[in-house]
């Protein structure tokens, strides 16, 4: 166990549901970032929240919308997803404020998602 | 920011060296050179991190020359439980921006 835990771990949703990825930490971390994995490709970093703050959004399409309530919990908004959309969505916490990529990051088991 | 590369596949015995390779030709004067093991269903977990010279761990040690333009991971003496896919990671400090590798499976064999 990494002390990141993700919800739910498989899941599949027709292109015009709305659901929600959840993601929470138990480290006592400042940063939290969503990560898409998606067939032969590498890891994609979409979000990075830092103190709850939003730093970094990688031109991540509005169709995926983030929130950050508290350090300890990030989630993942989805709403008219395409198939393309499918892939595993891990999320992932580390010490430090800002941009501080130095600082090892903690993953979660991640959410497979299909779109159908 | 820095691509990275590195092979898509390597296989080795248990008991010997592995080191496998990354290619980040343009890495950045703040960047710092991470990687991550991953295993299937799994999120990817830290291995090693560094910026210039050798880093070693319990687990592993990394080698980064003077231009820094690669990095090594060495695992020494694999055992099966280490046929992972690893990736490498290359992050800047000053924008945020993390770009990971394509990874390389690792297949260790009796």
């Known amino acids: 166990e990494t002390g990141v835990t993700q919800t739910p771990r498989h899941l599949v949703m027709g292109m015009t549901n709305k659901k929600s990825l959840k993601c929470e930490q138990h480290?006592?971390?400042?940063?939290m970032y969503w990560y898409k994995q998606s067939a032969k490709k590498p890891l994609e970093l979409m979000f990075v929240y830092s103190l709850e703050e939003r730093v970094e959004n990688n031109s991540v399409p509005s169709r995926f919308s983030p929130e950050c309530p508290n350090s300890s919990h990030l989630f993942l908004h989805l709403h008219t997803l395409q198939p393309e959309d499918s892939a595993l969505y891990l999320c992932?916490?580390?010490?430090?404020?800002?941009?501080?990529?130095?600082?090892?990051?903690?993953f979660g088991p991640g959410t497979r998602l299909t779109v159908t | 920011l820095a691509k990275t590369t590195q092979p898509i596949s390597m296989d080795s015995y248990e008991g010997q060296e592995v080191n496998i390779t990354c290619s980040h030709n343009n890495i950045a004067t703040n960047d710092y050179i991470t990687w991550y093991q991953q295993f299937p269903s799994q999120g990817p977990r830290f291995i090693i991190q560094?910026?210039?010279t050798k880093v070693t761990n319990e687990v592993a040690s990394l080698f980064i020359p003077a231009d820094r333009k690669s990095s090594t991971l060495s695992l020494p003496r694999v055992s099966l439980s280490d046929t992972a896919v690893y990736y490498c990671?290359?992050?800047?400090?000053?924008?945020?921006?993390?770009?990971f590798g394509q990874g390389t499976t690792l297949q260790v064999k009796p």
């Open positions: 992932a916490s580390s010490q430090g404020t800002g941009l501080a990529v130095s600082y090892e990051q903690y």
């Open positions: 560094g910026y210039k």
């Open positions: 990671l290359v992050g800047s400090s000053n924008t945020g921006k993390l770009i």
């Open positions: 480290l006592g971390h400042n940063a």
